[in-house]
């Protein structure tokens, strides 16, 4: 079956170690986005990528890095320098047809990190 | 520039009552909107999606939306509430661009027995 893959499930790390989760589709979806879950506050938008070899920051990109070499494969990397760190983190992918983003996003089932 | 607002955090039912939970929007564009629900410590599946085709909106487990344009609403409905909907429900607005996503704060459901 297709579908994203993310690993590990639950993450805990010690402050100021840097953290990298993982996200794996196999959807052969041209985008991919990270985003960041906090209680009551919906979904934010930490970076996106639409093309291998490339990504933007969205809302919340500070503390964070990702990278894009592979069309399967959108790792991102919670740095030291993230101040809140611990949170839900989803991955998700979409198709892109022509200049239009309008499919829906397929999503993970996340990762849960706490950093103590 | 374009936003949603879920009207309620919290929305507690019967188990074969209705469900109403409300969401508006605003967008300079001609939006896309989607609904998708979030089971504890799961990703989030898509319920249903609106792309300008007609307006009432028919998703999957028994869920619908309509779109009503004059009052820039996209309530998702049920006419009747089973257990297995508890979950937390998202409604989501589109203007078209890869970033272009924007979500609400989220109603959570709670199903009484």
């Known amino acids: 079956d297709g579908g994203i893959t993310q690993s590990p499930k639950y993450l805990f790390r010690k402050e100021g170690q840097n953290v990298t989760l993982s996200c794996e589709q196999n959807l052969n979806h041209d985008a991919m986005y990270w985003y960041r879950q906090d209680p009551g506050q919906g979904l934010r938008l930490i970076y996106y990528?639409?093309?291998?070899?490339?990504?933007q920051k969205g809302d919340i990109a500070e503390g964070y890095s990702v990278s894009r070499e592979k069309k399967e494969s959108f790792p991102l990397t919670v740095t030291s320098a993230q101040k809140n760190p611990t949170a839900f983190y989803l991955c998700?992918?979409?198709?892109?047809?022509?200049?239009?983003?309008?499919?829906?996003?397929?999503f993970g089932n996340g990762t849960r990190l706490t950093v103590t | 520039a374009q936003s949603v607002t879920q009207l309620d955090s919290h929305v507690s039912v019967s188990e074969g009552t209705p469900v109403l939970l409300r969401c508006n929007y605003s967008?300079?564009?001609?939006?896309?909107l989607f609904w998708y629900v979030q089971h504890p410590n799961k990703g989030l599946q898509l319920l249903l999606k609106?792309?300008?085709?007609?307006?009432l909106v028919k998703g999957i487990n028994g869920f619908e939306a309509e779109f009503k344009k004059s009052e820039t609403s996209f309530h998702l409905t049920k006419p009747s509430a089973h257990m297995s909907d508890a979950a937390e429900y998202f409604c989501?607005?589109?203007?078209?661009?890869?970033?272009?996503?924007?979500f609400g704060k989220g109603t959570h459901l709670i199903i009484q027995p």
């Open positions: 967008s300079s564009y001609s939006p896309s």
């Open positions: 989501v607005v589109s203007g078209g661009g890869a970033d272009g996503l924007t």
């Open positions: 990528s639409q093309i291998v070899n490339d990504f």
């Open positions: 609106y792309t300008s085709a007609a307006t």
């Open positions: 998700a992918s979409t198709s892109v047809t022509g200049e239009s983003y309008n499919s829906p996003l397929h």
